[in-house]
């Protein structure tokens, strides 16, 4: 199924649900109260994992239990805001809601385009988001005043530096910076419509006969990653195709869809259950099939776009946004991502073999011959690929590592800073976290 991973986590927090307005059962729970009346939910708790797991990354308890208490440490950051009377006025908030609803209108297209996905009119958006965004600033404004003059001169980062022991100094390998542009094959008319039909013919033995969705979903669908649990998913708004995900949200509990064209084919979608922003729905994906010619058609034109790139005719940031077909892709200009830390430099031993092979026979500037690739979802698909720069492996040092060992010594110094002020303020704060959190050795430090 798509994953939208770049749409921003600022979003995830951004966009809240009111379950009561939308006629759901609540499912929530609290999972830990700070101060006078400032909750944290394990819906909040599900986003964050849900990213992780997006990501690829291991979700240990220990993993959770430092995201409870990143949680806590921003409610305090709020708490302590109202009590030293910090000042965020209406109108930031109604700038910042602005700004937020205008970026992501711009990166659907239109108003109305964002409206149909979230369910929503920008209006009720701001209604249901404004007291969210006010304390998340207040939070940030009370973070800059503990940390925001913290920095490290050049000689505290040549200090930290030194004081690593040589033979623990790590080794950076070879990385690269890598940028794509996609082409999605052509789709012929004939075989659309036979994959409109084969899912029309699925959906009426589940809706008119009885037959069981769960069934011939494992019979039928062609989603690997759910076939074999009865097509059963869990999504939220922003992570999902935009098509699937407002055809979903329309859904009451138990309703099937009509069918729902998406990036990867056909789906007939049933809602299961809501819990906040997250939902569980079934579905059947029924891929449309392409011709050899369809793929032809696609490296013709990735040929002229890469001709276009070779003559300076146009530059790469350019051709991402006016030729991809890939939306997630658009999102960070073309460009590759490090799934650790959302950066752009990759390990070479990272890469997919088959783009490492790619890679080896590029120089730093060019452009490789169109070709066929499969997605992260086992798509096929047509691309050509850019590589925009290449670092030898090498072991640290402050010449060609500076901004890194800097970076490193400034987060170090500003978590001391940071577990000062814990010490100094928890004993004046409420705090109470349910009993599945409460051996947490990092919520432990914090109520010491």
Not at 60 to 70: E, N, R
Request: aromatic share 8%; charged share 25%.
């Amino acid at each position: 199924m798509a994953s939208y991973k770049k749409l921003l986590f600022a979003f995830i927090a951004f966009i809240t649900l009111n379950n009561q307005s939308q006629g759901q059962e609540t499912l929530d729970k609290i999972i830990a109260v700070v101060g006078k009346n400032r909750i944290i939910l394990q819906s909040d708790m599900e986003l964050q994992l849900l990213q992780m797991k997006e990501q690829k990354l291991t979700v240990t308890d220990s993993i959770k239990c430092s995201i409870l208490q990143q949680m806590i440490l921003q409610k305090m950051f709020a708490e302590q805001a109202d009590r030293d009377s910090l000042v965020v006025s209406d109108e930031e908030v109604e700038n910042k809601l602005e700004n937020r609803i205008r970026y992501f209108v711009n990166m659907y297209g239109s108003k109305e385009k964002l409206e149909e996905v979230l369910g929503k009119t920008t209006y009720q958006l701001k209604d249901e988001n404004r007291d969210l965004i006010k304390e998340q600033m207040m939070a940030e404004r009370m973070q800059s005043k503990v940390m925001g003059n913290i920095t490290v001169t050049p000689s505290e980062v040549r200090a930290f530096f030194n004081q690593i022991p040589k033979d623990s100094l790590p080794f950076f390998p070879a990385t690269v910076e890598l940028g794509q542009i996609i082409i999605a094959p052509y789709t012929s008319k004939e075989l659309d419509q036979y994959a409109k039909e084969k899912l029309s013919g699925i959906r009426n033995q589940i809706v008119n006969e009885g037959k069981s969705f769960e069934t011939l979903a494992g019979i039928y669908s062609d989603d690997p990653g759910s076939r074999d649990n009865g097509g059963e998913l869990t999504i939220n708004r922003t992570e999902f195709d935009p098509a699937f995900v407002t055809a979903a949200y329309k859904l009451k509990e138990g309703e099937i869809s009509p069918l729902v064209k998406s990036n990867f084919g056909y789906h007939i979608i049933q809602m299961i259950k809501r819990q906040g922003e997250l939902a569980k729905v079934r579905h059947i994906l029924v891929k449309i099939d392409h011709s050899s010619s369809d793929y032809k058609k696609s490296i013709a034109k990735l040929d002229s776009v890469r001709a276009e790139l070779i003559s300076g005719k146009i530059k790469f940031e350019e051709a991402v946004g006016k030729y991809t077909t890939d939306e997630s892709s658009k999102q960070t200009g073309g460009m590759l991502t490090n799934q650790r830390d959302n950066s752009i430099q990759i390990e070479i031993a990272q890469l997919d073999p088959s783009i490492a092979l790619i890679v080896d026979s590029l120089s730093m500037g060019s452009f490789s011959q169109p070709h066929n690739f499969t997605t992260p979802m086992g798509e096929v698909s047509c691309r050509i690929v850019y590589l925009k720069n290449r670092t030898q492996p090498h072991k640290a040092n402050l010449k060609d590592d500076y901004s890194k060992i800097q970076q490193v010594a400034l987060e170090q110094k500003k978590g001391r800073k940071l577990s000062q002020w814990m010490n100094e303020k928890m004993s004046d704060f409420y705090l109470k976290v349910s009993e599945e959190y409460a051996n947490c050795e990092e919520i432990k430090k914090i109520k010491q």
